[in-house]
């Protein structure tokens, strides 16, 4: 999907009022003047839930210990579930960042920075001629939002976006013994495509 830069100060407006980032693709990751990394599947947004302000923006080098951590208290629920060392964060997010096929969105409360979750997109691998994203490392860490909405309405504002950006559905793989994520995905409306004794693949069309 080829997307352009904004020259019309019009369009900025525009954009900024959608708080969506438009950009050029590249094989590289762009920076913009705030130091948030900016791609084809970048964005940020706030929104307001029951009572408090939420901000979604792409990762960036100061979140990746809090990202570590939550990786290794989870990784049971994830195909890889090796510990992962300080050393491996690093080694990985120097290869992310060079990656414009891949975004990692972290929702944090406005007030306070306070990280919530996270989810990951890159270009799906599953079905790679359609216009599909495949969706990796949804983590819902801070217990106190769980059961409440909070993620669902995380989810849907990255779906709002790649499908203002052209795609058409999400992909995503999860473990057979994982019921209570299946559980949740379908819950959501993804329909399974897919299936072999250890994943379960799923489509969310947008």
Request: with cysteine.
């Amino acid at each position: 999907m080829r997307l352009h830069r904004i020259e019309n100060p019009k369009e900025e407006r525009i954009a900024a009022r959608n708080k969506l980032k438009i950009t050029v693709d590249s094989p590289r990751r762009r920076y913009d003047n705030r130091g948030h990394m900016t791609g084809q599947f970048d964005f940020q947004e706030e929104f307001d839930f029951e009572g408090e302000t939420f901000r979604i923006r792409p990762i960036t080098e100061s979140d990746i210990e809090t990202l570590r951590h939550w990786k290794n208290e989870n990784r049971k629920f994830f195909s890889f579930q090796q510990t992962i060392s300080p050393h491996m964060q690093k080694q990985w997010y120097q290869g992310y960042v060079s990656n414009a096929d891949e975004v990692l969105y972290l929702l944090e409360r406005s007030k306070d920075n306070h990280p919530v979750a996270c989810v990951g997109y890159r270009k799906s691998s599953l079905s790679p001629q359609a216009r599909g994203a495949e969706l990796f490392n949804l983590i819902g860490a801070d217990p106190s939002y769980q059961g409440k909405g909070l993620i669902q309405r995380f989810f849907a504002a990255t779906c709002k976006a790649l499908k203002e950006k052209g795609f058409e559905h999400i992909e995503l793989k999860v473990l057979q013994s994982n019921q209570m994520a299946q559980e949740w995905y379908l819950k959501q409306g993804f329909q399974e495509f897919h299936h072999d004794p250890q994943l379960r693949y799923l489509r969310y069309s947008l």
